[in-house]
T-cell receptor, first 117, second 112 residues
Framework: DADVTQTPRNRITKTGKRIMLECSQT?????MYWYRQDPGLGLRLIYY???????NKGEISDGYSVSRQAQAKFSLSLESAIPNQTALYFC????????????????FGPGTRLTVL | SQKIEQNSEALNIQEGKTATLTCNYT??????LQWYRQDPGRGPVFLLL???NEKEKRKERLKVTFDTTLKQSLFHITASQPADSATYLC???????????WGAGTKLIIKP
């Protein structure tokens, strides 16, 4: 079984609709992240969470919200989707206890391809 | 302005040769630099991490160098194989926060 899963894998929606992307992990990591990836651009951080009670905005949080329902679950919502939110969305996790504190590797899910018409 | 640059053009390498990918950055002082591999339709997968006080790090056929004076990291794959074909991403971590700042990646194509 995959350690980081994302649902749905693909979604087509219309402008103005509310969309939720879900992420679950079985790695037992406290830290979780949401990124978007656009062609020709690096991954950009939307939100991150260091534990269930901690939520932080990333570089491009406008138009997005998140919920950390449990250590294993981190959801991303688009309250009113717009076409320029069409992108590939990734969830990731990391474990600050695995040796080199906060700078260690991140583990990614398979991504959700979102198209907003 | 702050930038991370990776060659946007695909790199074509003959099988068996060494592939070298470049990651340049400006106006950052990273504490760590990481390299990831991304296959089409998949999430990035961690390969190597190098710290600012390390010059070189190796793992099997992979080698990463980090020159903080030149503000550059080089990623080498020796004895390249078609299975090494993928997009390779570099990412910086500053000492002051926990976020990764990503390059756009370079697509590597290893021809048989």
């Amino acid at each position: 079984d995959a350690d980081v899963t994302q649902t749905p894998r693909n979604r087509i929606t219309k402008t103005g609709k509310r969309i939720m992307l879900e992420c679950s992990q079985t790695k037992g990591h406290d830290r979780m992240y949401w990124y978007r990836q656009d062609p020709g651009l690096g991954l950009r951080l939307i939100y991150y969470s260091f534990d269930v009670k901690d939520i932080n905005k990333g570089e491009i949080s406008d138009g997005y919200s998140v919920s950390r329902q449990a250590q294993a679950k981190f959801s991303l919502s688009l309250e009113s989707a717009i076409p320029n939110q069409t992108a590939l969305y990734f969830c990731a996790t990391s474990d600050p206890t695995s040796g080199i504190s906060s700078y260690n590797e991140q583990f990614f899910g398979p991504g959700t391809r979102l198209t907003v018409l | 302005s702050q930038k991370i640059e990776q060659n946007s053009e695909a790199l074509n390498i003959q099988e068996g040769k060494t592939a070298t990918l470049t990651c340049n950055y400006t106006n950052y002082s990273p504490a760590y630099l990481q390299w990831y591999r991304q296959d089409p339709g998949r999430g990035p997968v961690f390969l190597l991490l190098i710290r600012e006080n390390e010059k070189e790090k190796r793992k099997e056929r992979l080698k990463v160098t980090f020159d903080t004076t030149l503000k550059q990291s080089l990623f080498h794959i020796t004895a390249s194989q078609p299975a090494d074909s993928a997009t390779y991403l570099c990412a910086l971590t500053m000492d002051s926060n926990y976020q990764l700042i990503w390059g756009a990646g370079t697509k590597l194509i290893i021809k048989p």
